[in-house]
């Protein structure tokens, strides 16, 4: 197939992909997070039926790149290369930052890397304000230790 018969054929894929409010919100978390389908359900407030079949769609057009992690199957979006799709998304992305759909999906992306965290970082973090005190009190035991 020529050049000039694939252009068209790629604009219609690309258009075809971003046509859906549901492929919008998942193409708006996974530019910037790689999530599997139980994140993904729980972000969107979806079921797993749904969400599957939109990554299909998704991953079909090239839109999605995957990979496995144990039994899990991790998603995310790629650089989009062509440049006609690449306008597309951006023009998608800008009329779709308003919805009140997407406000919370980020919300809820940020209340689910907060509790991911690990409990290591969750310690420090939460340290950090009382560190001057939590090391005062470390070199006075140490020091008493080193009486006895």
């Known amino acids: 197939m020529d050049q000039a018969r694939q252009q068209p054929e790629a604009l219609l894929q690309s258009m ?9 919100r998942l193409l ?4 910037k997070s790689e999530l599997g ?8 407030q979806l079921p797993q ?3 599957s079949r939109h990554l299909k769609v998704l991953s079909d057009q090239g ?20 440049a006609a799709a690449r306008r ?16 919370h999906d980020r919300l809820r992306l940020l209340r689910l ?3 991911q965290k690990p409990s290591t970082l969750r310690f420090f973090a ?9 090391r005062a009190a470390a070199c006075r035991k140490q020091k008493l230790n080193g009486m006895l």
């Open 63 to 82: 839109l999605l790149r995957s990979r496995a992690e144990g039994a899990t199957r991790l998603y995310r979006m790629p650089e989009v290369e062509d």
């Open 113 to 115: 890397r907060e509790r």
């Open 28 to 31: 708006r978390l996974l530019e």
């Open 49 to 51: 039926s749904t969400v």
């Open 88 to 103: 597309l998304w951006l023009l998608a992305k800008e009329q779709t930052e308003g919805w009140a759909t997407a406000r």
């Open 126 to 134: 939460g340290a950090a304000g009382r560190w001057d005190r939590l």
């Open 37 to 44: 389908v139980a994140e993904l359900m729980e972000l969107l």
């Open 16 to 24: 075809a992909g971003f046509a859906d409010a549901t492929r919008l």
